[in-house]
T-cell receptor
């Protein structure tokens, strides 16, 4: 079975500062990794995904994440955040095999203030 | 494309009543997922379908919960009887291929009083 741990439940930052949201996963098989964002009262929107290939993945809204197999991590980063980035961010994992679905972490609330 | 459509957006019902949540996936997507979101437990996978067939329902909390997908364009999640602890936001998502990026609906906020 797979599991995801998001190490920070809340991350407060000032506008234009860099941010890193941490995610670690556990799996006995190879995995696909995802980051989703949820704005208040909305569904989840895909930010980026790692399926294979380059370990540095770029997504929408200037976010990127790096897959580190040895550390079983998939941290999300943005060099300069905006007020509009305030939202809940979810890391998710899925085993690279048939018959499995996405398993989500508990989420990290990113709060950007001016 | 209108995206994944869920109805109703909000549902308030009394304990013991039957509740039916509806989902229309994106046309052409062959996988459909039901998730429940609460503050305490986060996002939990309830059940998912592939080509209208239930693949894994191990996340369905109790026999009070049931889900169907009679055709490729419609799915329901039913709770009978409902209880206050079922209060949550229920999301439906669909995917072209299992495990690739999911498209989520806006969710149904269920309150059982």
């Amino acid at each position: 079975a797979q599991s995801v741990t998001q190490l920070d439940s809340q991350v407060p930052v000032f506008e234009e500062a860099p941010v890193e949201l941490r995610c670690n996963y556990s799996s006995s098989v190879s995995v696909y990794l995802f980051w989703y964002v949820q704005y208040p009262n909305q569904g989840l929107q895909l930010l980026l995904k790692y399926l294979s290939g380059s370990t540095l993945v770029k997504g929408i809204n200037g976010f990127e994440a790096e897959f580190n197999k040895s550390q079983t991590s998939f941290h999300l980063r943005k060099p300069s955040v905006h007020i509009s980035d305030t939202a809940e961010y979810f890391c998710a994992v899925r085993a690279n095999q048939a018959g499995t679905a996405l398993i989500f972490g508990k989420g990290t609330t990113l709060s950007v203030s001016s | 494309d209108a995206g994944v459509i869920q109805s109703p957006r909000h549902e308030v019902t009394e304990m013991g009543q039957e509740v039916t949540l509806r989902c229309k996936p994106i046309s052409g997507h062959n996988s459909l997922f039901w998730y429940r979101q609460t503050m305490m437990r986060g996002l939990e996978l309830l059940i998912y379908f592939n080509n209208n067939v239930p693949i894994d329902d191990s996340g369905m909390p109790e026999d009070r919960f049931s889900a169907k997908m009679p055709n490729a364009s419609f799915s329901t999640l039913k709770i009978q009887p409902s209880e206050p602890r079922d209060s949550a936001v229920y999301f439906c998502a669909s995917s072209l291929e299992q495990g690739y990026g999911y498209t989520f609906g806006s969710g149904t906020r269920l309150t059982v009083v």
